[in-house]
């Protein structure tokens, strides 16, 4: 079981930066590959970005590629998401997920565990 809580979101003009941070309980938090996922107005959840247990693969979607970065400190128990450039689109509530089984990292179904979500609001 994990608990996770979201925090870092707020309101940026287009081009500013924000970064999230997603506090997990347990001990099994190393163990887990951890994705951020956003779900705009009207829109279904989406993946974002995601992160292998140790940390040594990262994952992208293609609208934030170069943009965005995701890390994780397996000692802290936390994960990130580094938003740079932002940009009206960007605008969601963003949620991070736990994965604690082996599949592609861009889908949602194999995500057993979610925050409450953050959100963000990128004004242009």
């Known amino acids: 079981q994990v608990q996770l809580v979201e925090s870092g979101g707020g309101l940026v003009q287009a081009g500013g930066s924000l970064r999230l941070s997603c506090a997990a309980s347990?001990?099994?938090?190393?163990?887990?590959?951890m994705g951020w996922f956003r779900q705009a107005p009207g829109k279904e959840r989406e993946f974002v970005a995601a992160i292998t247990w140790s940390g040594s693969t990262t994952y992208y979607t293609d609208s934030v590629k170069g943009r965005f970065t995701i890390s994780r400190d397996n000692v802290k128990n936390t994960v990130s998401l580094q938003m740079n450039s932002l940009k009206p689109e960007d605008t969601a509530v963003y949620y991070c997920?736990?994965?604690?089984?082996?599949?592609?990292?861009?889908?949602?179904?194999?995500?057993?565990?979610w925050g409450q979500g953050t959100q963000v609001t990128v004004s242009s």
């Open positions: 347990g001990r099994t938090f190393s163990t887990y590959a």
């Open positions: 997920a736990a994965r604690p089984r082996i599949g592609p990292m861009q889908n949602i179904l194999g995500y057993d565990y």
